[in-house]
């Protein structure tokens, strides 16, 4: 398992320089996944999954709110003000009516 390569990867997703990391963090995973992989950058915070193959299986950006404590998803975020719609609706597929 190569994590330099992981994070590039990740990098990459996210449109931001595996230069500009300043923090990450990585642990055990839990079932199938084997390792937790986190990178921060900037206001961007990347997550992922890798399984034992070296195979990152699961992705997610957010980019942090001003509190430091707290994420918001990118990607739901700005669906969500296109169409107006509530968390619920976007989970199930939903328009709002």
Known sequence: MDLYKAASGMCRLANVDINDVVNFRFRR?????????????????????????????????????EKPSSSKLIDVANQLAKEG?????????????
Do not use: C, P
């Not at 509530?86 to 989970?91: G, H, L, N, V």
């Open 29 to 65: 995973g839990a079932g199938q996944q084997e390792v937790y992989l986190e990178l921060h950058a900037g206001s961007k915070k990347m997550r992922s999954y890798i399984d034992a193959q070296g195979n990152i299986t699961e992705v997610d950006v957010r980019e942090l709110h």
């Open 85 to 97: 719609a509530s968390m619920d609706a976007f989970r199930l597929g939903l328009d709002k009516s």
